[in-house]
């Protein structure tokens, strides 16, 4: 199983950024998908996650009306619009899936069972 992540890169605040993770090996469409991010020096934190069928959606309080979390399951691959970057959204990236076929799926970082490598989105100020 691979997700590989791209999209990151170097970006002025009030900007945009799309990243996309694609994964292979895996049935894609029986996996919930999520995105979380690590900062230098910080923890890894959840940003965004969507549930199997793409009609579910739930994010984190700072990145609320401004990121939008989407899939395709036909391209096997998820996505995650940025908009209104932040200099302190700058982080390393990272797409997870778990297998879950919940309808309103709540993500559980200790329960995914893939990870991808990560992609860097740089904001600066």
């Known amino acids: 199983v691979q997700l590989q992540a791209s999209g990151g890169g170097l970006v002025q605040a009030g900007g945009s950024l799309t990243l996309s993770c694609t994964a292979s090996?895996?049935?894609?469409?029986?996996?919930?998908m999520s995105w979380f991010r690590r900062a230098p020096g910080k923890q890894r934190e959840f940003v965004a996650a969507?549930?199997?069928?793409?009609?579910?959606?739930f994010y984190y309080d700072s990145v609320k009306g401004r990121f939008t979390i989407s899939r395709d399951n036909a391209k096997n691959t998820v996505y995650l619009q940025m908009n209104s970057l932040k200099p302190e959204d700058t982080a390393v990236y990272y797409c997870?899936?778990?297998?879950?076929?919940?309808?309103?799926?709540?993500?559980?970082?200790?329960?995914?069972?893939?990870w991808g490598k990560g992609t860097q989105v740089t904001v600066s100020s």
């Open positions: 090996g895996l049935t894609f469409g029986r996996y919930a």
């Open positions: 997870a899936a778990e297998r879950n076929l919940q309808s309103d799926y709540l993500p559980n970082s200790d329960a995914m069972a893939y």
């Open positions: 969507i549930n199997f069928s793409g009609d579910s959606t």
